[in-house]
Every structure is written in structure tokens, then in C-alpha cells.
């Protein structure tokens, strides 16, 4: 199985490339963007050395799907998907801040409530909780987006005070977030799954606030299978989930959590596939449907063929 690790497409009108961790992004210059889903995997902030066949293809796909029904909720700012890979859209200014919604005290909410502390981002958290135990209602956990390094906490307050989001625009995106979190976990119902905790980018243009980059996908979201949710929660037994958890389990379990000093761990041949098989896994568990690998034997070449007949259309 071939991967998309890094390709720059040869297009026409390209005002500038963004290399992300995971995303190709081309600014071209009638204002639009192009954004390629390469197979690159990170974890802890950092690039994993070696690309995950068929990653890319099931990121954007199942974002294709999820902003298409949410569409309704918040304008988004997909345009067209011309190929498995590659979603053009409008090129917004984003917020410098991530929205992060809680359902379940799971992940870094967990880690944090374990050291004893009873509030994150301001938000108060109740005494007696579990690790996986749902909490009274959703709460939002905002984060900096930073350009280098680990995203950090911060709280309503701060954003609104040190005006990094005007306070209109932020009490309509944390609405935009509940309603799409509860959107995403109607849909995540009907699949026999729990939409455990995702995250949110929006960003603006000619004053208007759109919903940009993926979501609820395994790498910005998280999933639990919902049969023998409580059965697991009362004999305090991990949970099924359904994210990219198990790269980030497998990495802590081989000494790897992104601090200095550490080194990632080897990904052979079989731990590569076996990263393959399980997004491909998400992808049917999330969707309902039988994931059709796209032809990736010249992988650029088909990029700029499908790229180049949309903008002639």
C-alpha cells in the first residue's frame, strides 16, 4: 500500500503553500483554498515518522459528510470535494482559538481532574467523578491554537477579556458548538456510538463566521461504542473507543509522550498497516459504509487531474 506522505501539486493561481501536520493548504489567488488530506499522522504535536495508507482519504471523507449534515446549523466552508483527498472551499480568517466540547471526563479532562483539580477553563467540575463517567451536561474547554508546540487551555473569561474573540462573536460560536455537538451526537446514536469530545475551528469572512477545517473525525474527535458503555463504566474497565487514542496508547506504552528528551518510537511494516485497517474500520463504523480505497498509484497525478477539471467547470 502506497501513502501520501508529501506532494506539491503543480496548479495554476497558487499564491501560497502551507505545509500543516497532517494538511497541504493552497491560497490561490481568486481567494479560495485547496486543501490536500496527506496520509501524515501525528500524535503529542509531532509528526509521526512514517504515513498511514488511506488516512487522508477517510479524514476528508467523513468531514465531507459531517459538514454536509451540519450545513443547516452554520455555513461551512467546503465548496467542492473533487477528489477522495482534496476539499476546496473558501478562505476564511480564523479564530485563534479552538472550541473543545466535553460530554464524557475523558482524555486531558481526565488527566487533569486526576491531579485534583476541580476546574478547567473555568468551567467547575464536580467531586466523585470517574474517568469515562459522563458529565451533568456538555461543557466547552477552549484552547489556543498555537502555531508551534501544544495547544493550551483557556477559559471564556480570559478570551473575552484580553479580546482574542470579540464577546458577541464568542457567546455565537460557543451556541454554534453546543448545537453542532448535539447534532453530531444524534448522528453518532444511529451508529450504536457515543460522541465522547470534539473540537471546532471557525473562522471569518466579509463578516460572516463559518465553520472550517475537519470535524468529527477520529483524529478530532472521540468515539466510544455505546453497547456495554455502562457495563464497563460500573466494573471500572476501559472503554471501546473509536479515535486515534490507540496511536497515542501505543506510543505512551513504548516511551513516547512527546517531551524532551524522547524518541518515537519504530512504526514497522505491520504496525503501519494495522494503523490502516483500524481508520479504514472508523471510517465504516462512522459512515455505515464500505470504504473504496481511491487509485494511488500516481497520486499526484490524479490530484491535479480531478483539481484541474473542477476549475475548468
Request: proline share 5%; net charge negative; glycine share 8%.
Amino acid at each position: 500500500m502506497k501513502a501520501v506522505e508529501r506532494i506539491v501539486l503543480e496548479l495554476p493561481g497558487v499564491k501560497k503553500i502551507y505545509h500543516g501536520k497532517v494538511r497541504d493548504v493552497y491560497h490561490m489567488e481568486d481567494g479560495s483554498l485547496i486543501m490536500v488530506a496527506s496520509d501524515r499522522i501525528s500524535a503529542f504535536d509531532v509528526i509521526l515518522p512514517r504515513p498511514i495508507p488511506h488516512k487522508g482519504q477517510v479524514l476528508n471523507q467523513i468531514a465531507t459528510r459531517f459538514l454536509d449534515l451540519t450545513s443547516d446549523i452554520v455555513p461551512n466552508w467546503k465548496q467542492s470535494v473533487p477528489d477522495p483527498q482534496v476539499t476546496i472551499g473558501i478562505a476564511c480568517v480564523p479564530y485563534r482559538v479552538e472550541m473543545v466540547i466535553r460530554g464524557y471526563l475523558t482524555g486531558h479532562a481526565w488527566r487533569e481532574y486526576s491531579t485534583g483539580k476541580r476546574r478547567l477553563c473555568g468551567v467547575a467540575l464536580p467531586e466523585g467523578l470517574k474517568e469515562h463517567d459522563r458529565l451533568p451536561a456538555p461543557i466547552i474547554t477552549p484552547a489556543t491554537k498555537a502555531e508551534e508546540g501544544h495547544d493550551e487551555d483557556i477559559s471564556r473569561e480570559e478570551i473575552i477579556a484580553k479580546n482574542i474573540i470579540p464577546e458577541a462573536e464568542y457567546v455565537q460560536l460557543e451556541k454554534y458548538t453546543r448545537a453542532l455537538f448535539q447534532r453530531g451526537t444524534e448522528i453518532a446514536a444511529g451508529r450504536g456510538l457515543i460522541l465522547v469530545d470534539t473540537k471546532y475551528e471557525f473562522g471569518m469572512k466579509d463578516g460572516k463566521i463559518y465553520l472550517i477545517d475537519e470535524i468529527h473525525t477520529p483524529d478530532s474527535s472521540r468515539y466510544f461504542y455505546a453497547e456495554g458503555y455502562a457495563e464497563r463504566q460500573a466494573k471500572g474497565d476501559a472503554q471501546k473507543q473509536l479515535s486515534k487514542e490507540f496511536v497515542r496508547q501505543w506510543l505512551i506504552a513504548n516511551g513516547f509522550q512527546g517531551k524532551e528528551g524522547q524518541k518515537v518510537p519504530t512504526m514497522d511494516d505491520a504496525y503501519v498497516n494495522s494503523v490502516s485497517e483500524r481508520y479504514i474500520e472508523l471510517y465504516e463504523h462512522i459512515t455505515g459504509e464500505k470504504f473504496l480505497p481511491a487509485e494511488n498509484e500516481d497520486p499526484k497525478g490524479r490530484m491535479e487531474r480531478n483539481i484541474m477539471a473542477f476549475l475548468k467547470s
